[in-house]
């Protein structure tokens, strides 16, 4: 009988999986992925085989299909119906925070869930959704093992110069400081880069993760010395519908001059800002692109230049620039922003071969560029199949 690893990503809505054959020492390759979507709305489940044969595509009513518990039941009917001879051995969750001391995967025991419990403030829209999918598994399947693997954790290398807010000191050790994101991203590209750009792994690299949550990440050496988010994911660049770095004097502002609440703040933070507030269009760049609307223009301009001052500042740390990597959604599929940021950073030495970029590299800067531009997918959920496999000694 073969053995399988289910990878779980709680959102608020949604529960996105994938099931990854975990014999072996070899290559960890992925036997389905999918999600439940619209939990609390419209919840749906739909998966692709290996081959991107759609599996599975059912829709239920919310009464039906209400939370993260029932929609990890249909998963495992999935499994049982789909997969019958394989043998789940265990769990790798994606966990949004693991606060300043993790900084590696951990096993999940009653211990380490109470840890996690207390980083609910530093993440309260993502982490009780990932630790209520682990608690989900542990009452279903009390004998299976679980890990939690980190975005906060590969930037844990960081320096404490670089974690440090200028507030009083106190706040650092009360936990106000720099956390940094999309680490699984990061360290998947950090760990592809000796294969796809064997010339760059060991430098200065930043790597733009461009979805609908995005951020930059200097990297020197495979480690993370810099990143654009912070203490919560609303920092650095912006996003499908977060402002990015902004004066904290606008929140102020917001709250005592507009009278909003801080509930109201949150909710324009978090879901009415970045590319959806500018454009009063919406958060995807696909549609903003094919728009001629100057607001969708206006929306996409500025996302552009906020990833050319991030990459001047994080060049800055690493002390001069050897390479640019794109990925995620937007990293991936837009030649034209990628276009456009390239164009912006030839004051650095990025050269965009255009034949390269509208194929999507992997290198996409000119034989002669004196710093090179790649883009290279990233692959989360096989960076938590690897540290799962690895933990539980599969
Ligand atoms: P997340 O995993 O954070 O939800 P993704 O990495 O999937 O996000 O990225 C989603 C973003 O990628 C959306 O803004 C979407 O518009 C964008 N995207 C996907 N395909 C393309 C494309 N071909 N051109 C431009 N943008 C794209």
Same mark, same amino acid.
């Given at each position: 009988?073969?053995?399988?690893?289910?990878?779980?990503? &709680?959102?608020?809505?949604?529960?996105?999986?994938?099931?990854?054959? =975990?014999?072996?020492?070899?290559?960890?390759?992925?036997?389905?992925?999918?999600?439940?979507?619209?939990? /609390?709305?419209? *919840?749906?489940?739909?998966?692709?085989?290996?081959?991107?044969?759609?599996?599975?595509?059912?829709?239920?009513?919310?009464?039906?299909?209400?939370?993260?518990?029932? &929609?990890?039941?249909?998963?495992?009917?999935?499994?049982?119906?789909?997969?019958?001879?394989?043998?789940?051995?265990?769990?790798?969750?994606?966990?949004?925070?693991?606060?300043?001391?993790?900084?590696? *995967?951990?096993?999940?025991?009653?211990? =380490?869930?109470?840890?996690?419990?207390?980083?609910? *403030?530093?993440?309260?829209?993502?982490?009780?959704?990932?630790?209520?999918?682990?608690?989900?598994?542990?009452? =279903?399947? $009390?004998?299976?093992?679980?890990?939690?693997?980190?975005?906060?954790?590969?930037?844990?290398?960081?320096?404490?110069?670089?974690?440090?807010?200028?507030? $009083?000191?106190?706040?650092?050790?009360?936990?106000?400081?720099?956390?940094?994101?999309?680490?699984?991203?990061?360290?998947?590209?950090?760990?592809?880069?000796?294969?796809?750009?064997?010339?760059?792994?060991?430098?200065?690299?930043?790597?733009?993760?461009?979805?609908? /949550?995005?951020?930059?990440?200097?990297?020197? !050496?495979?480690?993370?010395?810099?990143?654009?988010?912070?203490?919560?994911?609303?920092?650095?660049?912006?996003?499908?519908?977060?402002?990015?770095?902004?004066?904290?004097?606008?929140?102020?502002?917001?709250?005592?001059?507009?009278?909003?609440?801080?509930?109201?703040?949150?909710?324009?933070?978090?879901?009415?800002?970045?590319?959806?507030?500018?454009?009063?269009?919406?958060? !995807?760049?696909?549609?903003?692109? !094919?728009? !001629?609307? $100057?607001?969708?223009?206006? =929306?996409?301009?500025?996302?552009?230049?906020?990833?050319?001052?991030?990459?001047?500042?994080?060049?800055?740390?690493?002390?001069?620039?050897?390479?640019?990597?794109?990925?995620?959604?937007?990293?991936?599929?837009?030649?034209?922003?990628?276009?456009?940021?390239?164009?912006?950073?030839?004051?650095?030495?990025?050269?965009?071969?255009?034949?390269?970029?509208?194929?999507?590299?992997?290198?996409?800067?000119?034989?002669?560029?004196?710093?090179?531009?790649?883009?290279?997918?990233?692959?989360?959920?096989?960076?938590?199949?690897?540290?799962?496999?690895?933990?539980?000694?599969?």
């Amino acid at each position: 009988m073969g053995r399988v690893i289910l990878v779980l990503n &709680a959102g608020s809505s949604s529960l996105k999986f994938s099931i990854f054959e =975990a014999g072996g020492c070899g290559v960890l390759s992925a036997m389905a992925v999918g999600q439940v979507e619209g939990l /609390g709305t419209a *919840p749906r489940l739909k998966a692709r085989g290996a081959d991107g044969q759609v599996i599975v595509d059912q829709r239920w009513t919310t009464s039906e299909l209400a939370n993260h518990a029932q &929609a990890l039941q249909e998963i495992a009917v999935l499994l049982r119906s789909r997969f019958a001879g394989q043998e789940l051995a265990g769990v790798g969750h994606r966990v949004v925070h693991g606060g300043p001391d993790y900084s590696a *995967p951990l096993l999940i025991t009653p211990q =380490a869930m109470e840890k996690l419990a207390t980083f609910v *403030p530093l993440a309260p829209l993502h982490q009780p959704h990932n630790l209520a999918a682990i608690r989900a598994v542990q009452e =279903a399947r $009390p004998e299976l093992p679980q890990v939690a693997c980190f975005d906060t954790a590969f930037h844990r290398t960081q320096d404490t110069v670089a974690q440090l807010y200028g507030l $009083p000191y106190e706040y650092y050790e009360r936990g106000i400081r720099r956390y940094g994101f999309h680490g699984l991203s990061y360290e998947y590209i950090a760990a592809t880069l000796p294969d796809v750009a064997p010339e760059i792994a060991a430098g200065r690299v930043v790597v733009a993760h461009l979805g609908s /949550g995005a951020s930059m990440c200097a990297i020197r !050496d495979g480690r993370s010395v810099g990143s654009s988010m912070g203490f919560t994911a609303l920092d650095g660049l912006m996003m499908g519908t977060r402002p990015g770095n902004m004066d904290p004097g606008i929140i102020l502002y917001l709250l005592q001059q507009e009278g909003m609440s801080a509930r109201d703040v949150e909710n324009m933070l978090y879901k009415r800002s970045g590319l959806l507030g500018l454009s009063g269009i919406g958060n !995807d760049m696909r549609v903003l692109q !094919d728009s !001629d609307s $100057p607001r969708a223009r206006l =929306a996409i301009a500025h996302f552009v230049y906020r990833i050319n001052r991030e990459l001047g500042g994080l060049a800055a740390v690493l002390g001069g620039l050897d390479a640019l990597v794109f990925t995620a959604g937007i990293g991936e599929n837009s030649a034209h922003i990628r276009r456009l940021v390239c164009e912006q950073a030839r004051w650095l030495g990025i050269d965009l071969d255009p034949a390269a970029n509208e194929q999507a590299g992997p290198r996409i800067s000119s034989a002669g560029s004196r710093v090179s531009a790649w883009v290279v997918p990233t692959n989360e959920e096989l960076m938590i199949a690897r540290h799962t496999r690895k933990l539980l000694g599969l």
